[in-house]
Structure formats: structure tokens, C-alpha cells
């Protein structure tokens, strides 16, 4: 302390006599040499006690020096040490750590200075990338300080530091250059800013696998000594991880770039582990390497990809290398409940791999299969919880899509087998669903349920299975001995799962459901709890479960037990508990906080035994059978004449239906029909209208026609005498021109006759004057002659000619 | 699955120009029609024979968008080769091919082989930009030309194979330094420890050590 303080009087010149400056001043006139100082190693000086200064007064240093220090960047870039100081002193006071020395100052702790600090650099997006420009110095000074600076950002805000790296040309490629740094201080700090920088930001995830991460930084593990190495080896773990997870395009590169192989060695366990034992950084390193793989096989990912994986896992020969771990001694209980989940998801859906787990053998004498190893110690209470639930997940993960698995225990359960005396993972299930630790029988429960999903020849045969449960009495079938526990026992989460059990058992299975419902008490029980009223301890979750299974011996009831047929027990919800709170209780499942977590992924994510009450394939079926529940029981309360439909026997059942359709034929016939005759009808109507219009014209017509007639007789002008549109007149009409056009005729014709007798008559008249002239002659000659007096002659003459004229004037 | 080399590649190019499809078609040999948007990057891996070597083909796939042009600069550096994609039904992909140009000769390493593929030669009906265009874009500026169609298949194999080849050639000429990794070339696991002198004995050398393996 006496060193720094002389250091900081030669820079300030020593302060005055008889007084100490403050802290708060020093800042304050260091930070005015920096800026005003024309000599470098003054602001070099400055610059270094500010530094010194900036962790106990970093609240000053980083008001009054923050644009002074970026200043410097830029106009200093020659002097690698002035730079290291301003590097270091920028990091200090965007640091998100609170220091030691700040402590003294008794600053308030909620005000996160590093944050706002940090914020006010970022806000000029030119800042960071200076800080870029300066990872690309070698020197030391500059290159330590500059990644620490820029994990000190990320740290604080994240979001805007990987923004601005992301647009600055070739920002991401020289932190990539970083990972082949020779200084190991800096290159491990490199890792360490990537795991930072590839948070949650799959663009920048895809550019570091892009630049070769994955090859660098398993070089730098297998440099270490895989999972031997020191922290570096953890950190280098992490970014993987945070590059592979959620991320199917990195991936596919992993699995397409050969780098799942290289994981290999990371697996092989020394000779002599037992007795040197697993070191706390081993321990964190091993769990990375599993977490590393179950990101690659995580059932979240695409079917396609996590198969490409498994398959891939399995010929790289680490199945199996997992499994030897699974099966060796001496490893630390977390890695093996971790090591448990992961050989579970390397084999989750995939037959080959599921085979191969099959046939894996724990090296007990005589050897046993490992699923009978795994089954023991999940059915034994002094194993940790989290291991138990790790073995449920393995073997559910062993049944998923697994019909050849899922017989292959069940077979184990029937009477038919061998006298073979070796334990079996059937029988160790059935004595756990029966045994006083209630979490022995709920995972026991829900390991069986899983035998059974879509699997309805395996419901048919687990039916098959009997118990003798006590000495000399009459052996049970494994589902009235549930149907009986589920009564006896006093625990929730026994109950819950034996309720899981059979609701998983009876669904599209109806002799299940005959027999459960030939279990004494069983459905006094449900009725009862269905229409209880408690509300505390989870206990909603039991009324809705029992809720469940009473509406799937509606649903799936073939009739064949008399008391609970499909209409009584449809009676009973409805008498008993009424529909409106039987749905209520239905639906407190579906609410409740423990069936969303559970539904949200296969996997089990309990901490506490407690949180064990409901199960994911559970989930499923409840959602797919809840709404045909509730749909089936409407319909019984629409049918209210007494007689329902549930009531019917198969044979009734089909009748009744063909009834229906014929009916409803018919109605729609009639409906046709009456359709038709109101058509017609209304036709009808309008023909009657129409004719009653016609005969109406008619009428009119016929007196017209009488006026015609009349006006006609009467020698009127018929063209005076409309009436168009009338067919009648106009016929008359027609007849009249017609008769006109005759008389016309008649008339020319009589013109005619008349013409030829006026002609004729011109003719004689002409002739008979001829012959008067020739008369005439001919008296001229006889009186030449003189045979006849004048005066008579002219007067006869004239008489002639009047009585020849009268006929034509006739 | 043990490979001679394996080379990294990307595909620029405008949006909608088939980047996608192109991959899709070379990895998957499907054809995917409706237009998925590519975010940031995708992957895919095809292996492929050239002069009787396996090699492996990575390839990156980039968002054609403009919001995504600084990412798809990060890829630049580390490639090997890069297929520059235009839509011969769409003059303005093809106007834009100097600014991507640009772009990738700015931020790449001088080696890379570009190959300039007109995509959609399906669509002769719609064409706009003639095939002698293209020809001569890639001559002027010393590019391989090709057109493709994602649709029907056609050119997409030689497309990939040929930028492979000029690869292959310039690593046997000893231009690439394949020691260094930011190349975007590595060379095989089984091949690096019997042929450890190959990349920088020259270009002599180089031509030497493949014609006796």
C-alpha cells in the first residue's frame, strides 16, 4: 500500500502539505492528466492508477474516466501497456462482481454498477468492436485484458454484445482464432467467453462449430487428458453442449463430422479407478460428457435425427461403452443415475439398441441381466431417489415402442415359465407394487403400466397373472390384488400409481375392466372418493383419478358384469355424484400443477419424492380418453325416457342402431316428401290462379265476341272493334277478314259478270247498230226502190231501238 | 466413414433463388416445392468420389435475406467453395450477383473456388436471363457456370462435383495450404498420417504424391 501510494504521489506530483485528497478527487485529477497529458507516459501512469483505483471507487472511475478510456483506445493503439491498463480498468468496472474493496465503501448492493456500465459502453456500437480490433493483437497486455473485458460485457448483457458481434465482418472469426492460442491463460479464457457468447443464440452457435470448433476443442480435451483434464476440459464440455443443445443443425454436423466417434475415449475408465478413485473435476467433467450425449439422443429433438445418433452411439461402440460403466464398481452415484439416463435415451424407440441392452449382464455371480440389477435397486429404498427415478426413465425408455420388450416381461410374470428359482424383473415389479415403501409402488406401478401401453395382447396376458397371497388361500389375479391394495393402503402416491396402473391396464380393454369391477369394495371406493369433498394434499388429484377410472368402466364395459353394467354405472355417476362434479373432478387432473410438468417431457423431473404422483405416458392417455369419458356420459343424459343406450347388449345395441338409421331414412323420406307436396301445392295454387284468370278472359271474350257478333250484324266497322290480345276475337277477327275475303271475291266475281254482260251488251248494241245501219241501208235501197213511205219508216225505226235498249238496262 | 478430404462449402445468393432446394436435392435427392424460409444457416454432408478419393462434402446453406447478409459473412472465411445461386426467372438475382461477389471476395480467403449456378433452368418458359449471360458474368469474372434445376436434378450432382474437382485440382497444384483449417479443407483422418508431406511439399510435390497413391 506505502508502494502504490508513492507511485500515485509521483504521478500527481505530491499532494499539497497537511492535506489528503479523496478518493473521489484523485479520480477526478487522474482522470484530467489522461485526457490533457501530451506526454504518453504521464497518461500511462494516470492511466495505471486508475486502474489501481477502479475496483474501491469504480462508481467515479467509471463515470468521470469512461469516455477519457475510450479515447485512449483509439488514439494510443501503439502502446500495448497503456491499452492493458485501460483493458483492465474498463473490465473492472463492467464487472458484474461486486469487489472486496467496494465493500468498504458501503455502496448498495442492488444498484448493479457492472450492468450499467456495461450498457453505456455497448450504447455506441462503435465501442466494441475497438475491443474487437484488440484480440487480434498478440501482445499479451492487450490480448489477456481485452477477453476479459469482453466476458465482463457478455456477462452483464448478453443479448446486445452477441448482436453487435454478429454484424461486425469476421467478429465471431477472430474469438475463434483465440481457441488456438498457445498462452493456455488466454485461450482458456477464450472458452470461457464462447460459452458466454453462445448462450442461447443459434446463429452464433452454427459460425463456432462452422469455424471448427468441435475439432478444436477436442483437441484441447484430448491435449488434457479427456476427462482426466482440469476445468478447461469442463469448460471446453460446456461449449459443446451449449452449441449441440437445441441446435439440429449443429447436430447433424457432430454426427455428420465424425466427432460422436471421437468421444470414445472420454469413456474408457482406468483398470485401477476403484483405488485411485473419482476426483471432484473427473466427476463434473464425466457428467458433462453424458449430459453431451443425451443432448445428441434427446427425445425433444427430431425422430430423425436422434435415430441417425443412436444408431451412430451404438456402432461407435459407446453403448457400450455406457453400459460397462452402468455395471462397474465404484462409480459415484450421481454419475451413475446420470450414466442410467443416458444409456436410456441412447436406446429410447430404437429396437437394435434396445436389443442390445437386453442382453447386457451384470458381472454377478451367476450373471444377471442388468435390467434385473437396475430393477432391484429401483425397488429398494435405500437407493437415492434420483437413481430410482433414473432406472423408472431407463426402463420405460427400454419399453418405449418395444413390443418385444414389453412381452419379454410380462412373460416373465405368467405361471407358464420354467421353474427357473433366478429372479426376475416381472416378479421384483410385483412384490415393489405391493410393498410398504410407497414409492417402490408407484415406480413399480408405472414400470408395469408401460409393459401395456398400446399393447393390448400384453393387457390380455398380465390378466393371466395370479398371486397367492397368503398361505393356503385362493391365488388372485395381479389386477383384483391392485383393485384390493388400492384400498388398503393409506399412502397417495401408492394409490395414484396403482390407479395409473389400471387405468393404463383397461383402457380399450374390456375383461380388464370386468374383473377390476368384480373386485369387492372397488367401486364403493371409487364412488366414494369421487364424490368426496376434501380439497387438500394433493387429494383432488386422488377424486379425479378415481373419476377416471369409473368413466373407463363406462367406456370400455362389454355388459358382462350385471350390477355394473353400462347403465347402472352411468346411473350411478350420475345419481351418486352427479354429472356437473363428476366433470368437475374429471378435470381437476388436467389443472393440477403436477400433471402439467409431468406431460411436459417423458423424462421424470422430480426433486423430491413427493413430486412423484403423476406420469408422463399417463398424461397422454389421460387427455386422449377424457374427452370420449365425458362425451359418453352426455349421451346417456340425452336419452331420457328411461331406457339408455348403455343399457343394451351388443346384439340390442346393433339393433337399436339399425333402428336408427332407419329412421332417420325415413325422416329424411319424409322430409322429401313433404318438400315435394309443398312444391306441388304451391303449383297448384298458381295453375288454379291462372285458370280462374282464363276462364275470367273467357268471359270477356265471349261477351266481345257476342258485341262483335251484334256490331257485326249491325254492318259496324269492324276494324273499329279491338281486342288484340284476345285469341277468340282475333279468330273472329280472322274469320270475319276471311268472310270479307269472300264476299270481296264474290263481289270481284260479280264485277267481273257484270263487266263481260256490259261488254256483251256494248257488242249488241254494236251489232244492232250495224244492223240498223243495214236496216237503215236496206230500207234506203227498198225506197230507192220505193217499196216503202218515208215517215213511217224513221218513227218504227225509233220504237226498235227503245224496246232493244230495255233488257240491258235491267 | 473414412474420407481422403473434406471440403467446406457454402451457397449464397438471393432469397427464393432455390439455395435449399439445391442442398436438398444433392443430400436428400428430393425436392422440397414449398418455399421454406431458411433462418441463419442450415447443414447438410454428402460423401463423393473424385479420381477414385472419397471426399466429403460439408456444406452450409445461408439465408438469402438481407437481415441475415453479416451472419452469412462469418462463413466466407472458412469455405472452400462457395455456390453463388441466381433465379434465371428473376433478372434482379442475377443484377445482384456483383454485390455478392464482392462480398464473398472481400471476406474470403483468395482461393476459394465460386461457382455461378442458375437455378430453375426447369422454367424455360419464364426465362429472363439468357443462358450467355450468365456465361459470359462467369467468364468476366472467372467463375464456373452452370445451370441447374433443383427441380428435375438437373446439373444439381455436377454443380457440386465439378466445384469439388477445381478444388481437388488447386489442392494438387499446391495453391491451398490445407494445413491450415480456415481454408475450409481438411484432410481425412487415415489419409493425413500416410501422406503427411503432401501439403507443403509445393506444387511439384503435391502432383507427385497423388500419382503415387
Known sequence: MEYFKSGLKSVLGGPPPGTQPTGPETVEKLVSRVSTSTLLEDRRDACRALRALSKKYRLEVGAQGMDVLRQVLELDRADPEIIGYCLDTLCNITSKEIFEEERENDVNPNLNVGEQFSEMFLKNPENLPVILSYLEEYDFRVRWPAIKFLISLTTCKPKEVQEIILVSPMGMSKLMDLLAENREVVRNDAVLLLIHLTKSNANIQKIVAFENAFDKLLNIISDEGYTDGGIVVEDCLLLMLNLLQNNTSNINFFKEGSYIQKLTPMFVLPENLEEIGWSPQKVSNFHCVLHLVRTLVSPNNPAQIITSCQKTLRNANLLEALCSILMASGVPADILTETINTVGEVIRGNLTNQEYFTNVLAPSNPPRPALVVLIMSMVNEKQPFALRCAVLYCFQCFLYKNEIGQELVVQTLLPSSSGNTAVTTGQLLCSGLFSNDPLSNWFSAVALSHCLIENPAQKEQLLRVLLATNLGAQPVTLLSQCGVFLQHTSKLQAKLGILMLISMWMAHCPPAVKIFLNVPGAMAFLTAQTSASEFDNNAELLQGMCAFIMGLCVLFNDNSVQNYSKENLSQLIEKRVGLETYCKKLNEIARHELYARAAKQPQIRAKHSSELLLEFEFCKLFKIMEGSIIQALGVQRDLSNGISELSLSEHENALLLQYKDLIRDQDKKLQECQRKYAFLQKQFEDVKAQKDELQQTNIQLIDQHTLFKAQMSSGANINNLENHQNDNSAEIIENLKAQLAKKDEELADKIAELESYQKDQDDLLELLTAQDTKLNKFKEKLRQIGALPKEEDSNSEISDNEDDNKPSLL | ?213
Open chain 2, 1 to 213: 466413414m473414412s474420407y481422403a478430404y473434406l471440403f467446406k462449402y457454402i451457397i449464397i445468393g438471393d432469397t427464393g433463388v432455390g439455395k435449399s432446394c439445391l442442398l436438398l436435392q444433392f443430400t436428400d435427392k428430393r425436392f422440397q416445392p414449398v418455399h421454406d424460409l431458411t433462418i441463419g444457416v442450415e447443414f447438410g454432408a454428402r460423401m463423393i468420389t473424385i479420381d477414385s478419393k472419397q471426399i466429403k462434402l460439408q456444406i452450409w446453406d445461408t439465408a438469402g435475406q438481407e437481415a441475415f447478409r453479416s451472419i452469412t459473412r462469418s462463413y466466407y472465411r472458412g469455405a472452400a467453395g462457395a455456390l453463388l445461386v441466381y433465379d434465371i426467372t428473376r433478372r434482379e438475382t442475377f443484377n445482384h450477383l456483383t454485390t455478392w461477389l464482392d462480398d464473398a471476395r472481400q471476406h474470403s480467403n483468395s482461393n476459394m473456388v465460386i461457382m455461378l449456378i442458375g437455378n430453375k433452368s426447369d422454367l424455360e418458359s419464364r426465362r429472363e436471363v439468357k443462358k450467355e449471360e450468365g456465361e459470359a458474368f462467369a467468364r468476366e469474372h472467372g467463375l464456373v457456370f452452370m445451370e441447374t434445376s433443383a427441380k428435375t436434378a438437373a446439373n444439381v450432382e455436377e454443380a457440386f462435383i465439378n466445384t469439388a474437382k477445381e478444388i481437388y485440382e488447386k489442392i494438387q497444384e499446391g495453391v491451398f495450404d490445407i494445413n491450415n483449417e480456415a481454408n475450409g479443407i481438411k484432410i481425412g483422418p487415415q489419409h493425413s498420417p500416410t501422406n503427411p508431406s503432401l501439403p507443403g511439399a509445393g506444387g511439384v510435390g503435391g502432383s507427385q504424391g497423388s500419382a503415387c497413391c
